[in-house]
């Protein structure tokens, strides 16, 4: 028997993917922010964020090269409802692809953050930096034209 009088909605599955998308943005945001008013940069949240999520990389995807960080971090991104990603070249040790819309069009519309766009893709840049060297691999980032050009390489 339910007493409440408070009617509580059911969210449709597209605004349970919105709701997760927007709460994992608040996070990094809230990570980021924390280390900023500690001292510390976006950078070294990514470095700590990537050496947590080392030991699973290690078991998933140690040894298996390039293909498997790219295959990864499409895989992890793709929660966002509007990511993008292109493979633009392979060889046997590397691989260059472009993405976009993995949360950094979030920070633009939210006034006040205390996290700016630069800092978001900074703190992702370090932490695909830090798994990809647990993996044995290099990782390149830049930034042009709205995408995030990055190159996923065997260390020589």
């Not at 046997?92 to 949360?103: H, L, N, V």
């Not at 290099?138 to 390489?153: A, H, L, N, P, V």
Request: glycine share 8%; proline share 4%.
């Amino acid at each position: 028997m339910n007493f409440s009088r408070v009617e509580l909605h059911k969210p449709t599955l597209e605004q349970r993917w919105r709701t997760a998308e927007s709460n994992l943005i608040y996070f990094v945001i809230c990570g980021i922010a924390y280390a900023k008013s500690r001292g510390d940069s976006p950078e070294d949240f990514g470095t700590f964020a990537g050496e947590i999520a080392g030991p699973y990389w290690q078991e998933k995807a140690k040894g298996k090269g390039p293909p498997a960080l790219i295959d990864g971090i499409s895989w992890n991104k793709h929660q966002f409802h509007d990511f993008e990603i292109e493979i633009l070249s392979e060889s046997e040790t590397s691989i260059e692809a472009r993405m976009k819309g993995f949360g950094e069009n979030f920070i633009k519309v939210r006034p006040g953050t205390p996290v700016a766009e630069e800092d978001y893709l900074r703190f992702f840049e370090k932490k695909w930096e830090t798994i990809a060297g647990v993996l044995d691999l290099e990782y390149k980032q830049r930034i042009e034209e709205g995408w995030i050009f990055i190159t996923i390489s065997t260390k020589r």
